[in-house]
């Protein structure tokens, strides 16, 4: 596929487990962006790579949130101890350089989590 | 911080009627853009601005961005049940050159038919 793809769609899980959601966005983008969606708003910045590197985690609300993308492609994003108030859509997004005011970005479908 | 804001919240037109939405930063807009998204789906892009005064238009739906009041339009002509969802805005980050963007809250649009 030529899109943005995530996995899972849905995840559910239980208070205080750790999580992963995957992202593989399209081929060549070499900026990456991780946004969270609470329901009735925006989505809001967590964290942007460029490259293999995370360039500005200025968004990701503690240190239960990390981001990881090794090899400058496929990123992950863990949640450790998940708290009822992680639960949103989990988006992500592409960009061919993620300069700021000219390039797209390109969205997955999102994961929804639940934590229950 | 900046905050963008959208107006209005919701709306219910019928078929065929015209509609706008409103989009206000509270800071500076170097480059607005326009996203539609269904419920449980990511975002769809559809149009990107970056210069004051320039508008763009892709099939019924036209935007504007007016860099002194801050402030971009999107406009629908003659809706259609295909044109309903949620429409956001964003805008890159004034605090950093890194594309992160920052939204509105949305506004929801059901038309009709």
């Known amino acids: 596929g030529a899109g943005v793809s995530q996995t899972p769609s849905n995840k559910v899980t239980e208070k205080g487990k750790y999580v992963e959601l995957r992202c593989d966005p399209i081929?060549?983008?070499?900026?990456l962006y991780w946004y969270r969606q609470s329901l009735g708003q925006g989505p809001e910045f967590l964290i942007y790579f460029q490259g293999t590197g995370a360039a500005d985690d200025s968004g990701l609300p503690n240190d239960r949130f990390f981001a990881v993308r090794p090899e400058g492609s496929v990123s992950t994003l863990k949640i450790q101890r998940t708290e009822r108030g992680d639960s949103a859509v989990y988006l992500c997004?592409?960009?061919?350089?993620?300069?700021?005011?000219?390039?797209?970005?390109?969205f997955g479908p999102g994961t929804r989590l639940t934590v229950l | 911080s900046q905050e963008l804001e959208q107006s209005p919240q919701s709306l219910i037109v019928q078929e065929g009627k015209n509609l706008t939405i409103n989009c206000t930063s509270s800071?500076?807009?170097?480059?607005l853009y326009w996203y539609k998204q269904k419920y449980g789906e990511g975002l769809i892009f559809l149009m990107m601005?970056?210069?004051?005064?320039e508008e763009k238009s892709h099939e019924k739906i036209t935007a504007k961005l007016d860099e002194k009041k801050q402030q971009s339009s999107l406009h629908i002509t003659a809706s259609q049940p295909s044109h309903a969802g949620i429409y956001l805005c964003g805008a890159p980050s004034t605090s950093s050159n890194t594309g992160k963007l920052i939204f509105g809250q949305g506004t929801t649009l059901q038309v009709k038919p």
């Open positions: 081929s060549g983008h070499t900026a």
């Open positions: 800071k500076t807009l170097y480059g």
């Open positions: 997004a592409s960009s061919p350089s993620g300069l700021a005011g000219g390039n797209e970005q390109f």
């Open positions: 601005l970056q210069k004051g005064g």
